[in-house]
């Protein structure tokens, strides 16, 4: 009877032995940081034991803006470095610049903004809203380096005041007017014309057009 229940003791001891050794093979295969100390098996040194019973690494400086991947060691969060993930990383100083037109540094981000006349967009580049579509010119328009400018179909026109509809230039207040002997200037809209003085007539003469008297002859 003695000998059956030693060897029940015996037996019920290796079992569990046999279960704590089986706990542990399978902590080393489930967790990191786990170390063998001769026949102890226990957490790293650097490493803790959580309440779950996983190894998690220590980090003594600790890590601000990150959590902790290797005994003090740490993996900072998007826009933070330093050895504690507690400095900010200016990301408008890198190259090349998350920004195309300009660039604010913001606590572990930055923002972007465009110039006058561009919208953002979502790669962080401006796109140029200014075109000849929104401009609203009465006439066209010409875009040159980025800047839309109203134009005008003639000469005798130039932009008015409001820079977008045209208004006339009289060429024959300005002297401007390149009329031949014997013709007036008559301003027109975006022109103007050379008409005859009065008891002149326009002929075809000699190849060529001429104001000539209607009391005078035509030679043939």
Known sequence: MLVLVLLSRFYLLTRTQTLEQDRWTDRVQLSRGLCRYGNSVECCWGWTQTDGGRCQPVCQQGCKHGHC????????????????????????????????????????????????????????????????????????????????????????????????????????????????????CINTFGSFLCRCHLGFKLTYLDGRYACIGELSPVPL
């Not at 972007?112 to 009465?138: E, I, K, M, P």
């Open 69 to 184: 991947v290797e005994p003090d060691t740490c993996r900072c969060h998007l826009g933070f470095s330093g050895k504690a993930c507690n400095h900010d990383l200016n990301e408008c100083g890198l190259k090349p610049r998350p920004c195309k037109h300009r660039c604010m540094n913001t606590p572990g981000s930055y923002k972007c903004f465009c110039q006058d006349g561009y919208t953002l967009q979502a790669d962080g580049s401006c796109r140029n809203v200014r075109t000849c579509y929104h401009a609203n010119c009465q006439y066209g328009c010409e875009v040159m380096k980025g800047a839309v400018r109203c134009t005008c179909p003639s000469p005798g026109l130039r932009l008015g005041p409001d820079r977008r509809s045209c208004v006339d230039v009289n060429e024959c207040a300005l002297g401007r007017d390149t009329c031949p002997h014997r013709r007036k």
